[in-house]
T-cell receptor, first 118, second 110 residues
Framework: GAVVSQHPSWVICKSGTSVKIECRSLDFQATTMFWYRQFPKQSLMLMATSNEGSKATYEQGVEKDKFLINHASLTLSTLTVTSAHPEDSSFYIC??????????????FGPGTRLTVL | GQNIDQPTEMTATEGAIVQINCTYQTSGFNGLFWYQQHAGEAPTFLSYNVLDGLEEKGRFSSFLSRSKGYSYLLLKELQMKDSASYLCAVREGGSYIPTFGRGTSLIVHP
């Protein structure tokens, strides 16, 4: 199956700093990747859709200036949490679709990044 | 928009069968997914239904009734490793991006 990796798997930072999270599709190309946030015992909430070579599409209520997304290649998307605050502490998960696998159009998820802002 | 409802938590015994229900309200239904998510890990794909009926995959089966806005995930011969959260996700209209329910936390005990 398609493999998606994320780095780092966890990060602890001070309030006011910026944190970059990388999402890579390892064995397929992904023109579109998705960024989710998940709070404890809550559902996956879609934050934005990352499009290779163009601007990301943000969901309502997600600040695009705070959560910067760059999708520079067909295998890499990055999410930068700028000026992080404790309320940004969450589990961030990326996913991608493998266009070569069209049966279900399911998403393949990365292992997630646990962000803790002190 | 969509309204997806699943039980918050269920418990079952090792070796038993458990059914996790999911109801949804949507305009323009276009597929339902079930994902398994262990604590602190990413969701993994289990099943996909777009037509009415039962899809069987080993110990896991998923059922869909579009007219009732209802699906269930059936887990047979439960194992301890099946303890996880099970997410129902519904795709609507022309979007290929599903909306996730809150998930059902399944606890399997000996």
């Amino acid at each position: 199956g398609a493999v998606v990796s994320q780095h780092p798997s966890w990060v602890i930072c001070k309030s006011g700093t910026s944190v970059k999270i990388e999402c890579r599709s390892l064995d397929f190309q992904a023109t579109t990747m998705f960024w989710y946030r998940q709070f404890p015992k809550q559902s996956l909430m879609l934050m934005a859709t990352s499009n290779e070579g163009s601007k990301a599409t943000y969901e309502q209520g997600v600040e695009k200036d705070k959560f910067l997304i760059n999708h520079a290649s067909l295998t890499l998307s990055t999410l930068t949490v700028t000026s992080a605050h404790p309320e940004d502490s969450s589990f961030y998960i990326c996913s991608a679709r493998d266009l070569g696998q069209r049966e279900y159009n399911e998403q393949f998820f990365g292992p997630g990044t646990r962000l803790t802002v002190l | 928009g969509q309204n997806i409802d699943q039980p918050t938590e269920m418990t079952a015994t090792e070796g038993a069968i458990v059914q996790i229900n999911c109801t949804y309200q949507t305009s323009g239904f276009n597929g339902l997914f079930w994902y398994q998510q262990h604590a602190g890990e990413a969701p993994t794909f289990l099943s996909y239904n777009v037509l009415d009926g039962l899809e069987e995959k080993g110990r896991f089966s998923s059922f869909l009734s579009r007219s009732k806005g209802y699906s269930y995930l059936l887990l047979k011969e439960l194992q301890m490793k099946d303890s996880a959260s099970y997410l129902c996700a519904v795709r609507e209209g022309g979007s290929y991006i599903p909306t996730f329910g809150r998930g059902t936390s399944l606890i399997v005990h000996p």
